[in-house]
């Protein structure tokens, strides 16, 4: 008899990990045109941000200049991105023409 022992192959590993979709950031950006009302209102809308929330991002894009208002995957940033561009102009601010500005950049 030998003492050689067989052993069985072993498949090659691979890889097969999910890839994840870098995350994005939604920042809104400040104005003299909407009111912190309006922010609010939008961000609970647009967001399910409670209205404590929505009053904290309210001031920081008012002290700011502007606020992360939402984190997640492109393509979720950019509809949200698109929500807050068509929500309107503010009624209770005479000379407001339209919506507030919304801009996208990569989460670090």
């Known amino acids: ?6 052993m069985p192959e072993l498949e090659e590993q691979t890889d097969r990990r999910t890839r994840r979709q870098p995350p994005y950031h939604v920042v809104l ?4 045109d909407h009111s912190y009302a309006y922010v609010i209102l939008m961000l ?3 967001f399910g941000h ?3 929330k929505g009053y904290k991002l309210a001031d920081e894009v008012d002290k700011q200049g ?3 208002v939402y984190t997640g ?8 991105q698109e929500q807050i561009h068509a929500y309107g102009p ?5 000379r407001c023409q339209g919506s507030m500005t919304a801009e996208l950049e990569p989460a670090e």
């Open 90 to 94: 503010d009624p209770t601010i005479k």
């Open 66 to 68: 502007r606020a992360v």
């Open 29 to 32: 950006l400040n104005d003299d």
């Open 50 to 52: 409670p209205v404590e």
């Open 1 to 6: 008899m030998s003492n050689t022992l067989t």
């Open 73 to 80: 995957t492109k393509e979720v940033a950019e509809l949200k």
């Open 44 to 46: 609970k809308e647009l």
